[in-house]
């Protein structure tokens, strides 16, 4: 299979990592197009969501399948320019410098008919057995699931290195904890795996914590709507 | 070394499989105290933080050194009752069911003589390296940490599972990006570690999340904060 992957960002690079070693794999930059293919099979756009359109734009339609890797981009944005198009959402986070098990990564495919989504399975099947299907709205709800999952929870956890670096002490003491958080969600949900004071409605140490984070009200904010959400949860009041 | 735990919860439970192998341990039923020995070197009350001051009320002092597991209770607490007391603080989040690297377990001492402390450090010492010390307010400070790193980073990644359920999909499906997400924590910063549309400003992404979220203002809530945090973080603007 020839494939051709627009992009110079993480997704683009990790793509043509998983792809390499199953197709002849053309990584093209996505201002010149310099370096895409006369015949190609697959073109995958793995540019910022916002460039996606106007990348396509300046695709020809060679009657290849092109498709874009975006969680909240709908597929229809591909509509105007290609006879075959559609989507591959890897649900994973991409970073130049860390090594990835590919075939672990569950990817979401969307396609303009069922012939493209046959083609396009046939591509994802080169470096993942993980394929499901899933309309725009879908993909949307697992990226609104990623963002929570991944993004904010990466996001809280260098709030508690913050609040230790003001305090002298060096955010890696949190490892081992961060080690046994992750560990734990491998065998169980993340309802079993919840601990600390907002479960137990420990008011004490709760406003304590807030009595720390009295000059930063965003924080307590945030501490105050999570610790709710926790303890409701487990009374199922929710 | 003679060791009484007084406690039956999960963290009386983990230290007397961390201390087994080096000591002669008593695990006490905190309610009733049977089995508490009279000759003993150290007693660790690993109890519910509210039930510190009952328990503490009702343990002889016979000379022992008599410690507590909590970060959020001062050494204090205990000083009306024992001659010589201390806190040991093991920064972790333990589940009866899941297995622990002792060692590896960052634990924090204060006591309430030098000759105390040197006693702690032996206690402690017996199953880990990672020993420091650490005054009341600083023990406050890496359990607020610990809180947002772990405790509410879990919450947030159940609200990931809970937006998936909504819709049909388990929750597991987010594993590999869990996995990755904490992977990454082990060789970067948070900070370094970010992605994510609110990372990149992407206005457009974060307006139709909040729109999917819009009949629950208090992940709205959640989602704009933290998305404030984030970008703001890279903005060097806080």
Redesign the interface.
């Known amino acids: 299979m020839n494939i051709a992957i627009v992009g110079s960002g993480n997704v683009a690079s990790h793509l043509n990592r998983a792809l390499k070693p199953k197709a002849a794999v053309s990584l093209v930059n996505p201002h010149s197009l310099e370096g895409l293919p006369e015949n190609v099979d697959v073109v995958i756009i793995a540019v910022?969501?916002?460039a996606i359109a106007e990348v396509a734009s300046l695709i020809p339609d060679s009657g290849a399948l092109v498709v874009h890797t975006s969680g909240?981009v709908p597929i229809e944005t591909l509509a105007p320019f290609f006879s075959k198009y559609g989507v591959l959402y890897p649900?994973?986070?991409?970073?130049k410098d860390?090594r990835?098990?590919y075939d672990?990564?569950?990817v979401f495919l969307e396609a303009s008919s069922e012939e493209t989504l046959s083609i396009l399975k046939q591509t994802a099947s080169l470096f993942t057995s993980?394929i499901r299907n899933a309309d725009s709205y879908?993909r949307?709800?697992?990226?609104?699931?990623?963002?929570?999952?991944?993004?904010?929870?990466?996001?809280?956890?260098?709030?508690?290195?913050d609040?230790?670096k003001e305090?002298g002490?060096e955010?890696e003491?949190?490892?081992?904890?961060?080690?046994?958080?992750?560990?734990?969600?491998?065998?169980?949900?993340?309802?079993q795996?919840?601990?600390?004071?907002?479960?137990?409605g420990?008011r004490?140490?709760i406003q304590?914590?807030l009595d720390?984070?009295e000059n930063q009200p965003?924080l307590a904010?945030?501490?105050r709507?999570?610790s709710?959400?926790?303890y409701r949860?487990k009374h199922l009041l929710k």
Not at 91 to 95: A, D, R
């Open positions: 910022a969501d916002d909240s649900l994973q986070t991409f970073s860390i990835l098990q672990e990564i569950p993980h879908t949307k709800i697992l990226h609104l699931s990623a963002v929570f999952a991944c993004n904010f929870a990466n996001a809280l956890i260098g709030i508690g290195y609040i230790l305090n002490i955010g003491v949190l490892q081992p904890l961060l080690s046994q958080t992750f560990m734990k969600l491998m065998t169980m949900q993340p309802e795996a919840q601990t600390g004071p907002a479960l137990r420990d004490r140490v304590s914590h720390i984070l965003e904010e945030i501490y709507l999570i709710d959400i926790i949860k």
